[in-house]
């Protein structure tokens, strides 16, 4: 996370349009920098064209459940553009001259907490998760929204590869659906 320099507006999004491996990743600025404004966008340009290029009807149905109810997961927690790498796992770091390094970004400004998306097999130990939280402590309410920013990465990879990864994807929102269900209930 950097601070937001190249971002004087503090919005959600990017310049450009880009590329999470081979699937397309739009960044469209939002209009403004608030939660409301993330939770947009976060629905609309990335779990919605995800699901769009996936054609999946079963996920497509559990979405249109979800997405009007996304914003629960955020309540009480305010979320800030923060430049994320967007594909961080650990097929993509390495060295250069002895220094570590990162590569192959899917880099937008977003939610701190979407970088988590990939942990499911990013390949790092808890030594490197526990220094990340030691940096950016978890919000309340993390673990409500770990599987929609999992969902991402998963509905991606199936859009990329196919096979298991949808039932992957679908185990996740099945389990954003009940997290909001729940949270209707007062539970």
């Known amino acids: 996370m ?35 404004d993330w939770v947009a966008f976060y629905r609309d340009h990335r779990i919605g064209h995800q699901l769009d290029l996936a054609g999946n009807s079963y996920c497509n149905k559990l979405w249109s459940n979800i997405a009007p109810r996304l ?8 979320v800030k ?30 939610h701190h907490e979407a970088e988590w998306g990939m942990s499911w097999c990013a390949g790092f130990g808890n030594a490197f998760w526990d220094g990340y939280n030691s940096l950016i402590p978890r919000s309340q309410g993390f673990m409500d929204r770990k599987p929609l920013y999992d969902a991402y ?12 990864y949808i039932n992957s994807a679908t185990q996740q929102l099945e389990a ?3 997290i909001l269900d729940n949270k209707e209930k007062g539970k």
Not at 71 to 78: I, P, Q, S
Not at 82 to 101: E, T
């Open 176 to 178: 954003v659906r009940r």
């Open 81 to 110: 553009p923060s430049m994320l790498h967007g594909d961080l796992w650990s097929g993509n770091i390495g060295s250069a001259d002895g220094s570590p390094s990162i590569y192959d970004p899917a880099c937008y400004w977003g």
């Open 71 to 78: 914003n629960l997961l955020f309540e009480d927690v305010t």
């Open 153 to 164: 990465h998963q509905l991606n990879h199936y859009n990329l590869f196919g096979g298991g």
């Open 2 to 36: 950097i601070p937001a320099a190249g971002n004087p507006e503090g919005k959600f999004g990017f310049n450009v349009d880009n590329t999470i491996g081979g699937t397309s990743q739009p960044n469209p600025w939002t209009e403004g920098g608030t939660t409301e």
